[in-house]
Each structure stands twice: as C-alpha cells, then as structure tokens.
C-alpha cells in the first residue's frame, strides 16, 4: 500500500519570502500522480499543483513549483513571495496511474505573516 | 465555486441514529468520490462511483453506504452512529473514471457531529 508522509505539522513564513513544504511517499509503482492540494479555512480542497511520475521536469504554477525526485520518492512544494491568502493547510496526495483514490499525507499548516 | 455541491453543511445527531449525506457533482462528470477527514485518520478514500456503478471501495466501515443515482447524485449513509464517526465528509467529482489524471473537484464537505 501506497503511503504518504508530511513531517512539518507547521510551518510559517513571512508575507513575500520562500517557502518550502515536503513530502515523501512510499510505493512499488513506477508510474503515478503526485498532488499538492490546498485547505482553507473554508475548507474546500483546491489542487496546487499535479506532477506525473514520468515527467523529469518539474511542474509550475505561477508562484508555486515542486521539486520531484523520483528516485528519493520526494515531493516538495515552493512557493515563492508567499501572500496572506496562501495560508491553509496543505497536503501532498498520490495516485496510482490506474487506480481512482488519493492517498493523502498528514498535512502542513502554513501560516504566513504580515 | 468548485461546482460541487454538498448537503447539509453541517448536521449533529446521537449516536445510535442514521444520517444521509447528499453530493451533486459539478455538471457533466460521471465520477463521484467519498472522503472523510476526522482529526485521527487524516483524509481517507471511502468509495467512487462511476455512472451509477461502485469502482473502487476504501477504508469505508460496513455501517456506511453509498449510492449513485441516474441523475449522477450521490449519497452517503451512516447509519448506527458512533463517537468516532463525527468528521468532515467529502464529495468530490471528475469527468471519467478511475484513469483521470487531471483536476478532482471538492466540495466543500459536510461536517457531521455525534453526540
């Protein structure tokens, strides 16, 4: 079974500085999904960022980028000039390619300060 | 607004009472998933339903079911309440099956409290 671990319950950072978040994850599979999603505190799962196992290049979203290291099976999320609206809790996900469930982590809670 | 609709918000019953949950996924997707994200467990995968049919099962406990509807809503019953059951449920939804890659749409959950 697919396992997914975040070892930052907390993190903070302040409004305009760099942030990062990690994850690692454990699986047999070769090819799969990786996901950073985010929580508000209105609680809604709004997806970050997606990564494909088979991609070398890391994926980027505007201030949000990832660095993906298939061998080490880690998966970290930066995000650059941090704004008050990025703090939530995050949670890193994997997929399986043929598979329909997420597996997530134990989430990050980012707090970001003026 | 992911388009994802969840009833009700919020709901607090007894333990011992049943309970349905109801998911509207966003127009035109087949899929459904269920996720209940309690304070000890974390986000865990319950159940997907694709176009009526059950795809794939989780870490759902024999006292919850789950149906999908032809009009593509979905609900989720818990029934013989206990404690431990108090979390927030999850709909989310996706245009195809269990092969997406793309993005799963949440809703924003509905948060069960048992008393």
């Known amino acids: 079974a697919q396992t997914v671990t975040q070892s930052q319950p907390e993190m903070s950072v302040q409004e305009a500085e760099t942030v990062t978040l990690s994850c690692t994850y454990d699986t047999s599979e070769s090819d799969y999904y990786l996901f950073w999603y985010k929580q508000p505190p209105s609680r809604q799962m709004i997806l970050v960022i997606r990564?494909?196992?088979?991609?070398?290049q890391n994926a980027t979203e505007n201030r949000f980028s990832v660095n993906f290291q298939k061998a080490a099976k880690s998966f970290s999320l930066k995000i650059s000039d941090s704004q008050l609206g990025d703090a939530a809790m995050y949670f890193c996900a994997f997929k399986e390619t043929s598979g329909s469930r997420l597996t997530f982590g134990e989430g990050t809670q980012l707090t970001v300060n003026p | 607004d992911s388009g994802v609709t969840q009833t009700p918000k919020h709901l607090i019953t007894a333990t011992g009472q049943r309970v349905t949950l109801r998911c509207s996924p966003r127009s035109g997707d087949l899929s459904v998933y269920w996720y209940q994200q309690s304070l000890d467990q974390g986000l865990q995968f319950l159940i997907h339903?694709?176009?009526?049919?059950?795809?794939a099962k989780g870490n759902i406990l024999e006292r919850f079911s789950a149906q999908q509807f032809p009009d593509l809503h979905s609900e989720l019953n818990l029934s013989s309440l206990e404690l431990g059951d108090s979390a927030l449920y999850f709909c989310a939804s996706s245009a195809t099956g269990g092969y997406w890659t793309g993005e799963l749409f949440f809703g924003e959950g509905s948060r069960l409290t048992v008393l």
């Open positions: 339903y694709y176009n009526g049919e059950e795809r």
């Open positions: 990564q494909e196992a088979y991609k070398q």
